[in-house]
C-alpha cells in the first residue's frame, strides 16, 4: 500500500480496502499500543475508556501521504470518534491538546 493506491482508492470510492490492508492493520495496532489502548479523548478528561477506533486526524481522502503516519493517528472510544466526526473538531495529537476553542 502506497500513497499513489491510496489516491487510486479514493477516485474509485473503494477507501474500504485501504482499512483492510495489512499495512494499515498493524500502524493501527502500533497506535492502540502508544495510547495505551485508551480513548485519548476520554484521558484528558480524567476517565479511562478502551479504544474503539483509531482515527485519522488528518482525513484519509484529504491528505492520503499521511494515511500510514504513526503521528497522524489518535485512539478513541466509540462515542468520541462520532464526536469528532459529527463536529469536524480539529485533534492536535503532538502536542496533546485536543480541545482546542470546543466548548464542552
Ligand atoms: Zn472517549
Ligand atoms: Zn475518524
Redesign the pocket.
Known amino acids: 500500500m502506497n500513497v499513489d493506491k491510496i489516491r487510486e482508492l479514493i477516485a474509485t470510492g473503494k477507501l474500504i480496502q485501504f482499512y483492510k490492508c495489512k499495512a494499515w492493520r498493524q500502524l493501527r495496532l502500533k497506535a492502540i499500543e502508544r495510547d495505551d489502548n485508551e480513548c485519548q479523548m476520554c484521558k484528558a478528561l480524567g476517565k479511562v475508556h478502551e479504544v474503539d ?1 483509531v ?2 486526524i488528518e482525513e484519509v481522502k484529504d491528505f492520503p501521504e499521511r494515511a500510514l503516519d504513526l503521528n497522524n493517528l489518535i485512539c478513541l472510544c466509540y462515542y468520541h ?1 462520532n464526536l ?2 459529527e463536529r469536524g473538531i480539529k485533534l492536535n495529537n503532538k502536542e496533546k491538546k485536543i480541545f482546542d476553542d470546543e466548548k464542552w
Open positions: 477506533n482515527h485519522h470518534h469528532v466526526h
